[in-house]
């Protein structure tokens, strides 16, 4: 069953290397990062699943050991999921970034696992893929990583969308009280079209989450480059 879990932006940019002059900018977001992994470790789980946004060439498993770098950013900074041998495919962004702060965490706490959720899953699909995760050990903790909708500002990657604000505000609510009904909730439609791509990861969640009687605290929201990024922990 799920016993924790840890929800996280996924931008390239919260690594330093990638983010070069600019990082100072997403510091407090990989501050909050950091203390949500703290709870992941201390719910001592026997497996941890890193689950993030995919396009469908890199959706699916990827198993401990499985690499991922941010060399198409202009970085040759490389990451690996846990200890393990290489798999047979790279991780996409969102698993590398999940991989990277995992172990600038220093993660030893158990084994690690990738799931690369296409962005345009459907709900049903997603919330299934939550409940086969939870039921994969008896302790099963999930770092998720998704970012909200990038349509917050004139100079955001989707541009200004007047639905954005509120998308992102209930998307927070949800992922800082543990609503489950509520992340089962958000819309897949609108969140295709507010470039919302931690839509199917935090329904994943929402699968994984369902009886197990977590509480979540919302650690960090904001929208910076006008996209919404989301800390939260629940345990």
Do not use: I
């Not at 990989?30 to 949500?36: E, G, L, V």
């Not at 941010?70 to 798999?87: I, K, N, R, S, W």
């Not at 100079?155 to 604000?165: F, I, V």
């Amino acid at each position: 069953m799920l016993v924790a879990a840890a929800v996280c932006p996924a931008p390239p940019m919260l690594v330093p290397e990638v983010a070069a002059g600019a990082a100072a900018e997403l510091g407090a977001a990989r501050t909050a990062c950091s203390d949500a992994l703290a709870v992941l470790a201390a719910s001592r789980p026997d497996l941890l699943v890193v689950v993030g946004a995919a396009d469908p060439e890199h959706r699916g498993s990827y198993p401990q050991g499985a690499r991922g770098n941010f060399h198409g950013f202009g970085v040759g900074a490389d990451v690996q999921l846990g200890q393990g041998e290489e798999g047979p495919r790279l991780l996409p962004p969102s698993l590398a970034v999940g991989a990277w702060l995992l172990g600038r965490a220093g993660w030893g706490a158990a084994p690690v696992e990738g799931l690369g959720v296409e962005d345009a899953l459907e709900t049903a699909r997603c919330l299934d893929a939550g409940r086969e995760l939870a039921a994969r050990d008896d302790r099963v903790a999930l770092l998720v990583m998704g970012d909200g909708s990038a349509c917050r500002t004139l100079k955001a990657p989707g541009y200004l969308d007047e639905r954005a604000a509120a998308f992102d505000a209930a998307a927070g609510r949800a992922l800082g009280a543990a609503d489950v009904p509520a992340l089962t909730a958000l819309d897949p439609g609108l969140a295709s079209e507010l470039m919302a791509a931690g839509r199917a990861p935090w329904q994943v969640l929402a699968g994984a989450a369902e009886g197990a009687g977590l509480a979540g605290r919302l650690l960090f929201e904001d929208a910076p480059y006008g996209v919404g990024y989301f800390v939260a922990a629940w345990s």
